[in-house]
């Protein structure tokens, strides 16, 4: 079946730090979504990247989707307290509607 | 205000019994999902349905069950079958087009 695979599943960052987060399918997507979610919270949605190779920039964050539609990244720059939180990226299949979820990278920044 | 609203937050339950989850949106969204969560595991899905009176399962439906007579409402049962049904249980309504999501605050399920 249709699998998203995230790595790595932990990251540990001083602030100030960089981190980057990868996702990669099985198959082609037709988008990729990203989610935050905070200790103790819901996932929130970031993002989401349609075409192939797209590129988005939200301040400190920036998104990939690869080439062939089957990977991305998540990277931030200069990481915050307050980036602290578990990202997963989410696939949209062939199945209309049905996202897979990567398994998500808990991300902790320490001062 | 829009959105997701699940309740109850907390709630134990004894081996045995069944219990249900509530899940509205006033979204207008179609596609509705229940994904259970578990520490390290990410986000599997259960169930999900993307129009009235009609739902799928997702990869872990066993000890489940779900109804979507309305489109702002699908509750979720679990029944005494669900092996270990102690985890934290997230509702999310979407666009069937694009499938972005939006989740409620999450119903934490203890069995006692």
């Known amino acids: 079946g249709q699998q998203v695979m995230q790595i790595p599943q932990y990251q540990h960052v001083q602030e100030g730090e960089d981190f980057t987060t990868y996702c990669n399918s099985s198959t082609t997507l037709s988008n990729i979504q990203w989610y935050k979610q905070r200790p103790g919270g819901h996932p929130v949605f970031l993002i989401q990247?349609?075409?192939?190779?797209e590129v988005k920039k939200q301040k400190r964050l920036t998104f990939q989707f690869g080439e062939a539609k089957k990977n991305s990244s998540l990277h931030i720059t200069a990481t915050q307290t307050t980036d602290v939180g578990t990202y997963f990226c989410?696939?949209?299949?062939?199945?209309?509607?049905?996202?897979?979820f990567g398994r998500g990278t808990q991300l902790t920044v320490w001062p | 205000d829009g959105g997701i609203t699940q309740s109850p937050k907390y709630l134990f339950r004894k081996e045995g019994q069944n219990v249900t989850l509530s899940c509205e949106q006033n979204l207008n969204h179609d596609a509705m999902y229940w994904y259970r969560q578990d520490p390290g595991q990410g986000l599997r899905l259960i169930y999900y349905s993307q129009i009235v009176n009609d739902f799928q399962k997702g990869d872990i439906a066993e000890g489940y069950s779900v109804s979507r007579e309305k489109k702002e409402s699908f509750p979720l049962t679990v029944t005494s079958a669900q092996k270990n049904p102690t985890a934290f249980y997230l509702c999310?309504?979407?666009?069937?087009?694009?499938?972005?999501?939006?989740f409620g605050e999450g119903s934490r399920l203890t069995v006692l």
């Open positions: 999310a309504s979407g666009r069937t087009d694009t499938g972005e999501l939006f």
């Open positions: 989410a696939g949209l299949g062939s199945t209309l509607g049905r996202l897979y």
């Open positions: 990247l349609v075409k192939s190779g």
